[in-house]
């Protein structure tokens, strides 16, 4: 029974220590991959640039709620230094779905399984949002607390002055 109980023990400590992923106020990881268009993605290559990753998926309606405030963020921000990233959590068989979904925003999108992103944790829930300032700090972990759906107003009040920056 007590080697039952380490067992279960270091498997409790190993998924905390991989659940927890990034951390705030530290480099960001690299994301790296091909997005759906077909283009190359490297997170350094955004260096001195405020980067928004977001986690979603085609199925997920809060996903898609908070999409277009994401979109209309970018568009008003784009030219002064903020890109997007959206990561699908889909499968490779539902990227028909997410290229259709993704018509509708001028934002880039990447699959789950073309995207090394080693660093950032398990993906347990979904949306989550990081941000990252231009010196490639993590600002904002959408891993950590109670998930937040992105909206005009937490974009303005928290992206937006990194953007000034």
Do not use: H
């Not at 992105?150 to 953007?163: Q, W």
């Amino acid at each position: 029974m007590y080697r039952y109980c380490l067992i279960f023990a270091a498997c409790v400590v190993s998924g905390a220590v991989f659940a927890k992923g990034l951390e705030l106020d530290k480099p960001a990881p690299q994301i790296e991959g091909v997005m759906i268009n077909g283009k190359p993605f490297k997170l350094s290559d955004y260096n001195g640039k405020v980067v928004l990753v977001n986690f979603w998926a085609s199925w997920c309606d809060p996903c898609r709620e908070e999409m277009p405030a994401i979109d209309a963020f970018y568009r008003k921000y784009r030219d002064r230094g903020f890109e997007v990233i959206a990561i699908s959590m889909d499968t490779d068989d539902d990227l028909p779905k997410v290229q259709k979904v993704m018509q509708a925003f001028s934002f880039p999108a990447m699959m789950q399984s073309e995207t090394e992103m080693d660093g950032y944790g398990r993906v347990w829930r979904i949306p989550i949002t990081v941000v990252i300032d231009r010196a490639g700090i993590v600002r904002r972990n959408g891993f950590e607390g109670d998930p937040v759906l992105m909206n005009s107003k937490i974009l303005e009040d928290t992206v937006a002055p990194l953007i000034a920056k």
